[in-house]
């Protein structure tokens, strides 16, 4: 029987090829990473804004497959200001994920790698650019600087150890100089303390499956808080809780960004969440950032043509309706961007241009910016 060529797919061939190619790639960017001694002046840069704690700036991160190259993050931009907490809010597969494990270096190597822009972080007296830091100096900035609390907290915490144990190791790690192990444990006590945990003395010997979804969240904002990094990312931290319970992480994580004063990027695909949560708002789309402004512009007068469907397929306190609003079609396919605006296919408030190239971003203030034609009589204003 012949072999029929289904459209879409790859002769194992072609697979060989590309995944040949990729390892082209991959090895010399690797190299470059895991290259030892490099001198400080290589990845030292100056932030554009002192205010601000990391600026993206067009980061641009693909996964080099054997199916070919995913552009999950593709020229993203924002800024993260000191003390502020940013929401970055879209649909599941935009790059949100991506975007905040580029900021870590945590992405899944080789394949996936950062391959242009610049993440400038803010280290007080000085600027690092991530993109640009080799292997053996990320070490000193996870933790230290920017944490993480992740989606799935079972995941995180290792079983095998008792909760006390998991965070102890995180501050001898990145805090224990001078410490005693006195100290370290009566550390870990206050954090638990400070997360919510009210038996923290008990919780301290427990192993992670001895506790609740909640409980195990808890115990993860305790180990991102421990160092007293200036970023915190929380990637969808209480997507896996249920909704009281993911009401109680909130309000903890409210509070405690009043008593700390690091800066939060904030992922989630709940605008409800950012709604409570965030003073800046960022929203992506298909690897990009379409539209973001002040939570106030973006809640009051959503510009962008996917904003507003998402803000219309937020259900409403008091507002009945037979049908939540759905946004029409899929995201593009992240290997084949189209040349032009990659919502298109989707928009239902197209305008006579729509059919050019993808749009550039427009100012509609000082902090709110939007990538769409309907908006480009404003960029002629400017
Ligand atoms: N390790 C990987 N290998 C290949 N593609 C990946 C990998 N991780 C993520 N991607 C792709 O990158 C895109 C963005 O993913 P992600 O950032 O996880 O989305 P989300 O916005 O839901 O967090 C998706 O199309 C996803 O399939
Ligand atoms: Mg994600």
Do not use: W
């Amino acid at each position: 029987m012949a072999k029929a060529k289904k459209e879409g797919y790859l002769s194992s061939k072609e697979s060989r090829r590309i995944s040949r190619e990729n390892r082209k790639i991959t090895n010399e960017y690797e190299k470059k990473r895991k290259r030892k001694n490099v001198p400080e002046t290589e990845y030292l840069t100056e932030m554009r804004d002192p205010n601000n704690a990391v600026e993206f700036d067009n980061l641009h991160t693909y996964f080099f497959t054997d199916a070919g190259t995913v552009k999950s993050v593709d020229g993203v931009s924002f800024e993260v200001p000191i003390g502020k907490t940013v929401g970055v809010v879209g649909e599941s597969g935009c790059g949100k994920s991506v975007t905040s494990l580029s900021l870590m270096q945590l992405l899944q190597r080789p394949q996936g790698q950062i391959v242009d822009g610049a993440i400038r972080l803010n280290m007080g007296d000085k600027a690092y650019d991530i993109t640009k830091m080799p292997n053996e100096k990320m070490m000193g900035i996870r933790g230290n600087y920017v944490s993480m609390i992740f989606q799935e907290p079972m995941t995180a915490l290792n079983p095998v150890f008792r909760i006390g144990d998991q965070v102890n190791e995180v501050i001898e790690l990145h805090d224990g100089a001078g410490k005693s192990k006195e100290d370290i444990k009566a550390r870990t006590i206050e954090l638990l303390e400070m997360v919510g945990i009210a038996n923290s003395e008990g919780v301290y010997k427990m192993y992670p499956h001895e506790l609740s979804g909640g409980m195990r969240q808890r115990v993860m904002i305790a180990m991102a808080l421990a160092c007293n990094p200036r970023i915190i990312i929380a990637d969808e931290p209480t997507t896996a809780l249920d909704v009281t319970i993911q009401a109680q992480v909130l309000d903890l994580l409210r509070n405690l960004k009043d008593k700390i004063n690091s800066s939060i990027m904030f992922i989630t695909h709940d605008l409800g969440v950012i709604a409570e949560m965030a003073d800046y708002v960022v929203v992506m789309y298909a690897g990009r950032v379409i539209e973001k402004g002040t939570a106030e512009e973006i809640f009051a007068h959503p510009a962008h043509p996917y904003t507003i469907g998402l803000m219309a397929s937020k259900p409403v306190v008091g507002k009945q309706v037979d049908k939540l609003y759905s946004i029409p079609g899929k995201v593009p396919n992240p290997i084949n961007m189209p040349n032009y605006c990659y919502f298109k296919d989707r928009c239902e408030m197209c305008v006579e241009k729509c059919d050019g190239a993808y749009p550039c971003e427009v100012s509609l203030s000082p902090t709110h910016k939007v990538s769409c034609y309907r908006y480009y009589d404003k960029k002629e204003e400017n």
